[in-house]
């Protein structure tokens, strides 16, 4: 089974930033598409950035220019850079992977991130 395990939460002040890091107990490259996603209260759960297996990266139109997601398959972990941080960006935050193995899809326990003052 595939587990992935997120870390690097907190409270930080408007204009801050976070490193969300998403660590999975298999080789990344045995999988597909990864991304960050994130639920605030009472809002149903969004994607927030993905990247392929091949790099290729996408972000929602509010993260644009602030967030940066990568993937270092040699640590078997995702990142999620997060900068200019904004009170609405005040989410749990999920990883969720692909795995090539047998399709199935995989999700983290989720990381709270608070932007406050």
């Known amino acids: 089974q595939v587990q992935l395990v997120e870390s690097g939460g907190g409270l930080v002040q408007p204009g801050g930033s976070l490193r969300l890091s998403c660590a999975a107990s298999k080789n990344l490259f045995t999988f597909g598409d990864m991304g960050w996603y994130r639920q605030a209260p009472g809002k149903q759960r969004e994607l927030v950035a993905s990247?392929?297996?091949?790099?290729?990266?996408n972000y929602a139109e509010s993260v644009k220019g602030r967030f940066t997601i990568s993937r270092d398959n040699t640590k078997n972990t995702m990142y999620l850079q997060m900068d200019s941080l904004k009170p609405e960006d005040t989410a749990v935050y999920y990883c969720?992977?692909?795995?090539?193995?047998?399709?199935?899809?995989?999700w983290g326990q989720g990381t709270q991130v608070t932007v406050s003052s």
């Open positions: 990247i392929s297996h091949d790099l290729r990266r």
């Open positions: 969720n992977a692909d795995w090539l193995v047998n399709r199935a899809e995989f």
